[in-house]
């Protein structure tokens, strides 16, 4: 079964840090594009980073530029997202995607997607 499984949200006060994780499961993402998305209440889904495993490639929102790390592990079949300096504005359900044969060369879109995770919440207090 393909299945992406993320883990490592929580609650944190501004200016904290997490790290997010997203393991592949079923399948071997080197031809995939993985991407984290973001979405908070009332709003629409929004890429934050991407990564192209097989050549490190990667895109990085504005919004989080800076503050926001993307990279991943082959060997253990995870792409990870370092949070640093989190502002209230991060608080949203957070989301990894897989997109196979994708390209991280701007912000994707999520019908690009093919497999999502279940999603992990990130809660950022003032």
């Known amino acids: 079964e393909v299945q992406l499984v993320e883990s490592g949200g929580g609650w944190v006060q501004a200016g904290g840090s997490l790290r997010l994780n997203c393991t592949a499961s079923g399948f071997a993402f080197e031809e995939d594009a993985i991407g984290w998305f973001r979405q908070a209440p009332g709003k629409e889904r929004e890429e934050v980073s991407c990564i192209e495993p097989s050549d490190g490639s990667t895109y990085v929102a504005d919004s989080v530029k800076g503050r926001f790390t993307i990279s991943t592990d082959a060997a253990k079949n995870t792409v990870y997202l370092q949070m640093n300096d989190l502002k209230p504005e991060d608080t949203g359900v957070y989301y990894c995607?897989?997109?196979?044969?994708?390209?991280?060369?701007?912000?994707?879109?999520?019908?690009?997607?093919?497999?999502w995770g279940q999603g992990t919440q990130v809660t950022v207090s003032p």
């Open positions: 995607a897989s997109d196979f044969l994708g390209v991280c060369d701007s912000e994707g879109q999520a019908d690009d997607y093919d497999t």
